[in-house]
């Protein structure tokens, strides 16, 4: 039987330095599939998707000085919105209705029935919706159609010259 020094070398038992150094890289590896299982769904928990813009949220929507009394107008207003892992702008819309005693009432436009969007009809001062007739006063209040109810109203403040309103 030959015998060579590569022989000699593979009969050597482990050194204790080498086998640290194996169960270290197992280790690793084995750290490395876990983190690869985990992450995804860590990810998916924490995604920006699942974060949409937070209710409540108070928004800037007009500059109070140009809603003049008795005045309904309706106000579009833009947020960023983390969708997925892009950020997108998202246009939104509210009416807004300066009351003659300076107090603003703030509506969401989609009608309590099926959620169509409402519109404000400046010469009856109604609001009326399209699909199936929903008809609402200046005050958002139902005054006739299917709706079970008035329009939604968001909670409204007027601070440093801008009107907010709350999202729902
Ligand atoms: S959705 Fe508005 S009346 Fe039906």
Redesign the pocket.
């Known amino acids: 039987m030959r015998s060579n020094g590569l022989e000699y070398q593979q009969q050597q038992p482990d050194s204790p330095i080498r086998r640290r150094v194996l169960s270290w890289l197992v280790g690793l590896i084995n750290l490395g599939v876990i983190v690869g299982f985990i992450a995804p769904v860590l990810g998916f928990i924490s995604s920006p998707a699942r974060r949409r813009r937070e209710p409540g949220e108070w928004v800037p929507v007009l500059n109070a000085h140009e809603l003049k009394p008795g005045e309904t107008r309706a106000v579009t207003y833009s947020l960023m919105v983390k969708d997925g892992y892009t950020t997108a702008e998202h246009r939104y819309s509210v009416y807004l209705y300066h009351r003659s005693d300076g107090t603003i009432l703030a509506f969401d436009p989609s009608?309590?029935?099926?959620?169509?969007r409402?519109e404000f009809k400046e010469r009856k001062q109604r609001y009326v919706?399209?699909?199936?007739?929903?008809v609402f006063d200046t005050e958002g209040n139902l005054v006739s159609?299917?709706?079970p109810t008035g329009l939604t109203k968001l909670p409204v403040r007027v601070d440093g010259g801008k009107i907010w309103i709350q999202r729902v």
Not at 111 to 116: A, V
């Open positions: 009608c309590p029935h099926l959620g169509c409402v919706c399209p699909c199936h007739g929903g159609g299917p709706p």
